[in-house]
């Protein structure tokens, strides 16, 4: 299949990471001794150090983590693009082992820097040597209250393979269930991801025939399923009650360094919008001349989709890049011409797409398979929104403190996207692409934007009721997930019965709590950011670079102040549903030039 593909031979090249495995090896032991030469020398002397000393020894740290984070990469680089070579996977069986060694090794600082009181953390922290490092510090210490003693903390260490298990056990149960399906050329066996992927399919009684294969697929696991949900969900509670943790989002709300407030009202004014959505499930409706969506017509495509060859997305995510600033061009073309991109989609490579910075002096690297269709430049787009951001804060901030939090390191990647889509839709010429970019567009936000808010409800419930005492089984979350779905989408779409199992097969229920509204926040954020671009592009783009090189050196809240983005302030959400609802609107008007087509 790859030989068609424009991107065939696009392939990353892994030498500025390490010359080969046995190299990577040799710097594994180098690590190791050095790790253990580091916490010899360092441990105990957190409180004793002064501000000078504590610096060297968190500047020391940062070298550690930053080599380690090379010498893992080159494994995981290595593994997702050839998944059957045996040095490959010798090597990163190694890295996780390793890692695993290095992280304890060197997980003493942490601890002894949340065990100081508060008095001496503050006068290290008003130290300008520290100044650097002072806000990831000051986060470090908010995990204070909830930190328990040495043992506890071992202990409750120790359960980790076994809450692994109920994660594999849930995963493996989806990847290797297979049904019999004909997609138009003979029974075959489908996997879960397979039968989704009709949802795309242009064929109405497939796509609907596709997704009543998939439910009855799931019923076979759904009570394992629910089992693995239900025993982690316990877990994560009573953990939770021994820390003292307030309430089940807390954990996750601290890593993004969002008020709980914040989130709230973030998630209500997304409630307060699901008849945007419903407005465009209607428009779809008539233009597929249905009466009413079902489910299966969600994502059915409208209008017609292109070819782009990768020369020409490489092009235009250039081009979108280098006229909000030349910098980020550069950047983007550094980073090909580095061989820091792997985009031709082969066997023994992973699915997805994804960006990894490495440190200050080695650019990024992203993944992505590249298809030839005309999505396939967002998502281009969208990694390097994250490798501009991880460029740009790395050469300003120390290690520790470039990589922010899960929703806000989404917020450029979606910009970036925007950006991109924006301009590929002003350039298509075709009507029935440009009507089918801009419904793509619009569905995106409403999966992104609506959908992830709905399922960020439903996790609250099945934490209130699991800390009440009642177990999570299949029918009590199926009718809790219809529920929960019937507040989003009302009467404008259809359910059909088996979509009671829709939550059995989302995989972060499973592995981070609450990650969901992360889409949510980052997408909403975007778009108030290109709202703001667009008022005042010049005085826009200097500030929002500014903010890219800021990294996790301050909260969300004061890096996107200066963009003119107040996360506690409603009108921030009023600004990006406006932009929301620009989109939906243009989406109606693209369907209505294809009517006129007609
Ligand atoms: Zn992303």
Not at 373 to 401: K, P, W
Not at 451 to 467: P, S
Not at 574 to 586: G, I, K, L, Q, T
Request: glycine letters at 6%.
């Amino acid at each position: 299949m790859s030989a068609s593909l424009s991107a065939a031979g696009v392939r990353w090249s892994l030498d500025d990471l390490e010359p080969d495995a046995e190299t990577a090896r040799r710097e594994w032991d180098e690590l190791l001794a050095r790790a253990r030469d580091f916490a010899e020398r360092r441990r105990g002397t957190i409180g004793s150090a002064g501000p000078q000393g504590l610096r060297e020894l968190l500047d020391e740290l940062d070298e550690l983590h930053a080599d380690l984070n090379r010498v893992h990469f080159y494994a995981t680089a290595r593994e997702h693009t050839d998944a059957n070579d045996a040095e490959t996977n010798d090597l990163a069986t190694l890295a996780r082992d390793r890692a695993a060694d290095l992280e304890s090794l060197l997980l003493f600082v942490e601890l002894e820097w949340i065990a100081l009181d508060d008095a001496e953390a503050d006068a290290l922290l008003a130290a300008s040597e520290l100044e650097p490092y002072a806000h990831r510090l000051r986060v470090a210490r908010e995990e204070k209250p909830y930190v328990l003693p040495e043992g506890e903390e071992q202990a409750l260490n120790a359960r980790r393979p076994a809450i692994s298990a109920w994660q594999s056990l849930h995963g493996r149960e989806l990847a290797t269930l297979t049904v019999e399906f004909d997609g138009g050329e003979g029974p075959e066996p489908h996997t879960i991801d397979r039968l989704l992927s009709y949802v795309h399919h242009p064929d109405r009684e497939l796509r609907i025939a596709a997704l009543e294969t998939l439910y009855e697929a799931l019923d076979q696991v759904a009570d394992v399923q629910a089992a693995c949900y239900d025993a982690l969900v316990g877990d994560r509670l009573s953990v939770d009650r021994l820390r003292g943790i307030p309430h089940p989002m807390d954990p996750t709300n601290r890593a993004n360094e969002l008020d709980d407030d914040v989130v709230e009202a973030m998630m209500r004014a997304v409630e307060e919008n699901y008849p945007l959505a419903r407005r465009w499930f209607e428009r779809k409706a008539q233009v597929l001349g249905l009466d009413k969506l079902q489910l299966a017509d969600q994502y059915a495509p409208v209008g017609s989709d292109r070819r782009v060859e990768w020369d020409e997305a490489v092009q235009m995510v250039d081009d979108s890049l280098s006229d909000f600033a030349p910098r980020l061009g550069e950047i983007f073309r550094d980073c090909l011409e580095r061989g820091h991109i792997d985009a031709e989609p082969r066997a023994g490579k992973v699915g997805g797409a994804y960006c990894h910075s490495v440190s200050k002096t080695i650019l990024p690297y992203v993944l992505m398979n590249y298809t030839d269709r005309i999505g396939d430049v967002s998502t281009l787009a969208h990694e390097f929104g994250h490798v501009v951001h991880g460029t740009l804060s790395l050469e300003r901030q120390t290690y520790r403190s470039y990589h922010t939090g899960l929703a806000l390191a989404e917020v450029p990647s979606t910009f970036a996207q925007l950006l991109a889509v924006e301009r590929l839709i002003d350039a298509e010429e075709i009507p029935s692409t440009r009507a089918m970019l801009l419904a793509d567009r619009a569905e995106g936000a409403c999966a992104a934007i609506f959908r992830q808010t709905m399922m960020a409800r439903f996790e609250q419930w099945a934490y209130g009721v699991r800390g009440e005492g009642k177990g999570l089984t299949k029918d009590r979350l199926a009718e809790a997930w219809l529920e929960q779905n019937a507040r989003y989408y009302a009467d404008s779409l259809e359910l059909p019965d088996g979509y009671r199992l829709g939550w059995s097969y989302i995989p972060h229920f499973i592995h981070v709590r609450f990650y969901t509204y992360a889409y949510s926040f980052a997408h909403l954020v975007a778009f108030s950011l290109v709202a703001r671009y667009r008022e005042d592009p010049e005085t826009f783009a200097p500030a929002y670079l500014d903010f890219l090189a800021s990294g996790a050196s301050r909260s969300p809240q004061e890096l996107l102040a200066p963009l003119g983005v107040d996360l506690r302030d409603p009108e921030t959400w009023a600004v990006a549903f406006a932009e929301f609802d620009r989109c939906v609107a243009e989406a109606e008007e693209g369907v209505a030039a294809l009517d006129d087509s007609d």
